[in-house]
């Protein structure tokens, strides 16, 4: 039950800002914004200056710097806040038993059953100023009897800020605030929920939850539970790591590099497209090859947290470089993606431009629509066939029969050199 729960939800204060201030101090007290430069790119991150202007994650940087023409931008340093996560994440593990890595800058902890020992909320308070005074960054946290209401707590209270909810209080705190306050609420749902005349928590929590759930489905029914300060969801250990994860076995085995590289192409792409859907970011990709002789070989590589096809793809290339050191025929190929933890915006800091933005979510959204094999990489289309004067065979769609037409449709090597590719697991 939640009433004898202690959750407390820890977030960094602007984070990507907040490390940035720290190596340069004229920037205190400035708009900030991470991500593009002031013509191009999306913001992943802005300071709270410049949230008074109304720029926030995930807006075009043109639009951001018509909102503020005296913002500061910077590119970014992904490799720097990876770093700065693990060491909070760290200080964390070293304190506590069981907690969460939420995203780059956001952990939940598990305090139930320790309140008996330690006072949760004075725990909770020296565990922030040990952050603060080994990061010099700040951060703040919410402390309840959920996961969803401490993590509420942390918005109403940030910056730096303390706040606890006991279970009593629960309903009331989060009566008055408006519905787009409950974690979760995307635009879609808020504009419904606007139409229908609910803007505030509470009228949310008075709906019948079966009106909830005919409008919604279950989303509107979980919707309804966190109104209604319900959230039963565990704190899921950080040592269970979640990784993603596919392997090929060939038909028959290959010495072919080109081939090899254009497979693992295939296979990051997919697991791109995978981390996205769920809004996550990797911090560790490996590698591994399977001789014919079934020696079975890994190489593994710590990565700044990301999502990018063509960040990882590189990353996967040049593993299996340092791997394949025998010339010898392969069985099998395989990548996983591990370290997952949430974020969608910072995908935004490796890019060069709003195009590329863009362009990643016009193909996902393809992808969500025609399946993960609709949008591929040009290297890894198979070559034109040829007919038996070795020329390319042109592709007609108009001269060519139903079955004709099924059998020319775009093949990769992972469909025609490979018996089998298995789809991303949870691991
Ligand atoms: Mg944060």
Not at 293 to 313: G, H, M
Not at 365 to 390: F, T
């Amino acid at each position: 039950m939640d009433k004898d729960r202690h959750i407390i939800h820890m977030d960094q204060d602007a984070f990507f800002v907040s490390v940035e201030v720290k190596k340069n101090s004229k920037l205190i007290g400035k708009p900030v914004i991470i991500g593009g430069s002031s013509d191009r790119g999306v913001v992943a991150s802005c300071s709270y200056e410049a949230r008074k202007f109304g720029i926030h994650s995930a807006m075009p940087a043109r639009t951001a710097k018509m909102l503020c023409p005296d913002a500061i931008f910077l590119k970014g340093n992904m490799d720097e806040y990876s770093k700065a996560s693990q060491e909070i994440t760290e200080i964390i593990s070293q304190r506590v038993p069981l907690f969460e890595k939420a995203s780059i800058d956001e952990h939940y902890i598990d305090m139930t059953g320790m309140d008996r020992f330690f006072g949760c909320m004075k725990f909770a308070s020296e565990l922030r100023q040990t952050v603060i005074k080994e990061m010099g960054l700040p951060i703040s946290f919410g402390l309840s009897a959920n996961k969803t209401v401490a993590k509420v707590c942390t918005n109403e209270c940030k910056p730096n800020g303390e706040l606890e909810i006991p279970f009593p209080e629960v309903r009331s705190f989060l009566n008055p605030l408006p519905v787009n306050k409950i974690p979760g609420i995307g635009n879609a749902t808020y504009r419904k929920l606007s139409e229908m005349g609910v803007r505030k928590i509470e009228t949310l929590a008075e709906i019948p939850q079966e009106l909830m759930f005919k409008i919604l489905g279950d989303h509107g029914l979980n919707l309804w539970q966190k109104a209604n300060g319900i959230d039963i969801s565990p704190v899921i250990p950080y040592r269970e790591r979640k990784s993603i994860g596919t392997q090929t076995t060939f038909e028959s085995d290959s010495m072919d590099i080109n081939k090899m590289k254009a497979i693992l192409t295939g296979m990051v792409t997919n697991l791109t497209f995978d981390l996205r859907s769920q809004q996550k970011l990797t911090a560790c990709i490996t590698v591994t090859i399977r001789y014919s002789n079934f020696e079975t070989v890994t190489q593994q590589a710590r990565i700044p947290y990301t999502a990018l096809d063509s960040f990882l793809i590189g990353k996967a290339h040049d593993l299996f470089k340092k791997l394949y050191s025998k010339r010898m025929l392969l069985r099998l190929i395989g990548v996983k993606l591990s370290h997952l933890v949430s974020g969608f915006e910072q995908i935004g800091l490796y890019h060069t431009s709003e195009e590329e933005y863009d362009l990643y979510q016009a193909m996902d959204k393809v992808r969500q629509h025609y399946g993960v094999e609709s949008v591929v990489k040009a290297c890894i289309v198979a070559p034109p066939a040829k007919d038996e004067k070795n020329k390319t065979i042109k592709y007609n769609p108009r001269k060519k029969s139903e079955e004709e037409r099924k059998k020319s449709r775009i093949r990769t090597f992972i469909n025609s050199g490979a018996s089998s590719v298995n789809k991303p697991t949870d691991s």
